[in-house]
T-cell receptor, first 114, second 110 residues
């Protein structure tokens, strides 16, 4: 079975801190994604990557950056955490394909910024 | 801009009932559509993926249909069980990125 692992289930940080969210997948997927999920707003794409050292902005990249130094690992970085970044963060991966293939998600990180 | 809508936002049914969840999208130029299940506080699990050239996909008690021309998909759950209680989300892939609906919260009463 495909496994997408997010390093933390719950995280509490203070305003202004630099926050790292880690995601690792074990299926050699080229594509990796970071979403945030908020009540009433659904899932919104922050950043995605189609290959090592490659990154593309999603719909809401402001205040975030990403790093993909190895194929299996995709990190989301909050440069200076703010209270409006309190959210559930979900990482996903997939094989590439025409139009994309089935997406596999991690179990999520609930981040609270105080 | 592609928009995905799921109605109703919440649904409660007695155990054993057959039910249909609805998903509509505004732009018919899509590659595929996926249905996901999300349990409270958890990540998403992919249930079914329908390519744009397909009309339906089946997995066990689940059947998903796709009508691109009308911008609609349905997820049919047969003989519902309490374990089916979860939030169901649909997502369309139009530019190699998924656009999600806000989901339908399903409660199956024993």
């Amino acid at each position: 079975d495909v496994k997408v692992t997010q390093s933390s289930r719950y995280l509490v940080k203070r305003t202004g801190e630099k926050v790292f969210l880690e995601c690792v997948q074990d299926m050699d997927h080229e594509n990796m994604f970071w979403y945030r999920q908020d009540p009433g707003l659904g899932l919104r794409l922050i950043y995605f990557s189609y290959d090592v050292k490659m990154k593309e902005k999603g719909d809401i990249p402001e205040g975030y950056s990403v790093s993909r130094e190895k194929k299996e690992r995709f990190s989301l970085i909050l440069e200076s955490a703010s209270t409006n970044q309190t959210s559930m963060y979900l990482c996903a991966s997939s094989f590439p394909g025409i139009g994309g293939e089935k997406l596999f998600f991690g179990s999520g990180t609930q981040l609270s910024v105080l | 801009k592609q928009e995905v809508t799921q109605i109703p936002a919440a649904l409660s049914v007695p155990e054993g009932e057959n039910l249909v969840l609805n998903c509509s999208f505004t732009d018919s130029a899509i590659y595929n559509l996926q249905w996901f299940r999300q349990d409270p506080g958890k990540g998403l699990t992919s249930l079914l993926l329908i390519q744009s050239s397909q009309r339906e996909q089946t997995s066990g008690r689940l059947n998903a249909s796709l009508d691109k021309s009308s911008g609609r998909s349905t997820l049919y759950i047969a003989a519902s069980q309490p374990g089916d209680s979860a939030t169901y989300l649909c997502a369309v892939n139009a530019t190699n990125k998924l656009i999600f609906g806000t989901g339908t919260l399903l409660a199956v009463q024993p």
